[in-house]
């Protein structure tokens, strides 16, 4: 790939290009090189930026216009998907089971994707984010097993959401729902969905432009939050919950 990109350097709390520099093709990519060191991690995020490349690429980093964004208080499930909800016995918990929702999310194939975008580099590295206490997942399970989930890295009161996956018909739209329904309850305004796809958007997402989005943010990850494991706050939810209640 032969790209004139900003080049990183070796500092990894050194500042990134300006958003604004991003290409319109492809839409977002901004920068390339550097790492995946949580200290760089935390600083491409809380600007906005992300990391995104598949396996023979180099180090590409994002921050695309428009951004897909749920409000969190606005994940739209359908009156049938509801109903089925009623009669469900799933539950929801978070930083249970880290590790196995990146490898399912991984594993999953992506329509118009040839393989993953999440590299045995960035697998680790956002395991290490989790131990940190900075990355987290939320997990849908039927009995033991692990049918759902979704994972993203909190900075502040702002969720970036990273990636989700089902292992039964459903699993992921439980894991979204039931955590913007928690981030509002936190009053957790946000949820970043990075890029947009028709399925996105049929859940509620929205289309920001970029210096809206980077504003919003900007307010947000300043505000406290909280860095460690989110099992306690988030505790234990019936799936069957989201079916009466609005995320």
């Not at 980093?61 to 109903?83: G, I, K, M, Q, Y």
């Not at 997942?137 to 692990?146: K, M, P, R, T």
């Not at 459903?170 to 309850?185: C, F, P, T």
Request: proline share 7%; hydrophobic share 45%.
């Amino acid at each position: 790939m032969a790209l004139r990109l900003p080049l990183l350097p070796d500092d990894p709390l050194a500042p990134f290009p300006d958003p604004i520099l991003a290409r319109r093709v492809p839409d977002g990519l901004l920068a390339m090189g550097g790492d995946l060191s949580p200290e760089r991690l935390l600083n491409a995020y809380h600007h906005g930026i992300f990391p995104w490349f598949s396996a023979g690429q180099p180090l590409l980093w994002w921050c695309p216009d428009p951004r897909a964004v749920f409000r969190t208080d606005h994940v739209r499930l359908s009156s049938r998907f509801r109903r089925q909800l009623r009669q469900s016995q799933w539950t929801v918990r978070a930083d249970t089971a880290f590790d196995r929702v990146i490898e399912a999310c991984a594993a999953t194939p992506r329509a118009g994707q040839g393989g993953t975008w999440i590299t045995d580099d960035m697998l680790a590295a956002y395991c290490r984010l989790h131990r940190l206490g900075h990355a987290h997942s939320v997990e849908v399970f039927d009995g033991a097993i692990l049918v759902g989930g979704i994972y993203g890295v909190a900075i502040g009161r702002m969720f970036f959401g990273e990636s989700m996956f089902s292992g039964k018909t459903g699993g992921s739209k439980v894991a979204l729902a039931a955590l913007a329904r928690q981030l509002h309850n936190w009053g957790w305004p946000l949820l970043d969905a990075q890029v947009e796809n028709d399925h996105l958007l049929s859940l509620g997402a929205e289309l920001w432009p970029r210096p809206v989005f980077l504003d919003a943010i900007a307010t947000l990850v300043a505000q406290p939050g909280w860095t460690g494991p989110w099992t306690g706050h988030f505790g234990e939810m019936a799936a069957s919950e989201l079916a009466t209640r609005s995320a």
